[in-house]
């Protein structure tokens, strides 16, 4: 909703004079967080100084003890507030450019002694840096204030010229800072949209794929049911109409299935009529990748496939398919293990290459290879690890856990 300029120039006036002041957008050493434990004690040792100093000079221009030990608290105050809370540290500036005023001598054409000035243009760098544009505004005229009244008329200029800098300064210099921060939320936001896309595209395939190994085999429930009793000699009426009733409900969970994930298939691909690969398929896959120049060996003579369930074989053959095509593309012309075993209750896949001699290549792409594998180990029940090894090659490592008992297919 717009507001009035009236309204937003008064709510600034309130909000720079009496209004409460904002937490700094960033603490000041943000970016040189190992000298953040030393700036408090740093600070204080600069403030006593700068009050002694401050001190010496009003009692060499001949200031009573008590009034010049009020000016040099106040001229310290300032700096004090300047880290945590930049406007009411202007505010004491302020205050302590018109009440700080001394007699100084008659060739002197400053009425504040050179630290309160100096310290005056400090907090005033930083405050116009973080305000918004209204409060700055305010600012800056108030600040002209104690110009106008208290400085010499040959001096006026120089230091209105100076003031307007440093406000056009912290202006851009807190646009900018804006930019960045809103640059790097949006950064962050694609790169969650991006992993968030990829896991929901990897499922998306992965749920292609299992209903297409589970159709399968429900077709299968389907037609051996139907087919059992002219299959089989001398089969009772009852066991007949349960086997009726077997290939009912296989064909009712298949329609079901199919309206479920039906969506799932794309418009413009077509039905996927090719048989899903499995753990036959990954010497073929292998002999690929050596015709294409990459040195790999397959240790997978012990695996036994009749044990395996097709999901977890189909999960094993993408998770090396996609290691392999990771250390193609990462670790060029490094040698290449792949080991396959079968234990008890579970698949163990590893995919591990040797240090590369040649640099990775960069195809530019979003890296969705790792996000796939993981999440074809975890949908199912397993577990997966990728990572450096000591000697400076690269592992990635599956365990896929099946029903030892239920297995076979």
């Known amino acids: ?136 505004a305010w600012v800056v005229a108030i600040s002209t204030v104690p110009v106008f009244t208290l400085v010499h008329p040959n001096n006026r200029v120089p230091v209105l010229l100076l003031l307007g800098a440093l406000a056009i300064a912290g202006d851009l210099i807190r646009r900018n800072r804006l930019s960045r921060r809103a640059l790097v939320a949006q950064t962050e936001l694609s790169e969650r949209e991006q992993k968030r896309r990829a896991v929901l595209e990897e499922r998306t395939r992965i749920a292609r794929e299992l209903h297409d190994v589970v159709a399968h085999h429900m077709s299968l429930i389907a037609v051996q049911a139907e087919t059992a009793p002219y299959r089989l000699t001398d089969v009772p009426a009852p066991a007949a109409a349960e086997f009726v009733a077997i290939a009912a409900s296989a064909r009712d969970a298949l329609t079901d299935m199919r309206r479920l994930l039906g969506v799932l298939r794309s418009e413009t691909s077509g039905p996927q009529t090719a048989p899903q690969p499995d753990l036959t398929d990954l010497g073929a896959m292998v002999d690929a990748a050596r015709r294409a120049g990459l040195p790999v060996t397959l240790d997978a003579e012990s695996v036994d496939d009749d044990r395996v369930p097709a999901p977890v074989g189909l999960a094993a053959y993408r998770i090396v398919q996609e290691g392999l095509a990771n250390a193609a593309r990462h670790a060029a012309a490094a040698a290449v293990r792949v080991t396959v075993r079968t234990g008890p209750s579970g698949l163990g896949v590893r995919v591990e290459n040797s240090p590369a001699d040649v640099r990775p290549t960069d195809d530019g792409g979003p890296g969705h290879g790792l996000t796939g594998m993981r999440e074809r180990a975890t949908s199912l029940g397993g577990t997966f690890t990728a990572g450096p090894l000591p000697d400076g090659g690269y592992a990635v490592a599956a365990e896929l856990p099946y029903d030892a008992e239920g297995g076979d297919r």
């Open 1 to 136: 909703m717009n507001r009035h300029p009236i309204a937003v120039a008064l709510r600034a006036l309130r909000q720079t004079v009496l209004g409460p002041d904002a937490r700094p957008e960033r603490p000041l050493l943000a970016r040189w967080p190992r000298l953040a434990p030393y700036a408090a004690p740093v600070g204080l040792l600069a403030a006593l100084g700068l009050f002694l100093i401050t001190l010496t000079v009003e009692s060499d221009w001949g200031l009573p003890p008590p009034i010049a030990l009020l000016f040099a608290a106040m001229t310290v105050a300032p700096l004090l507030a300047l880290p945590r809370r930049p406007l009411l540290a202007w505010r004491l500036t302020v205050l302590a450019l018109l009440i700080c005023t001394f007699n100084a001598p008659a060739d002197q054409a400053w009425p504040w002694t050179p630290p309160l000035a100096l310290g005056s243009i400090a907090v005033a760098a930083v405050v116009v840096a973080r305000v918004d544009r209204p409060v700055l």
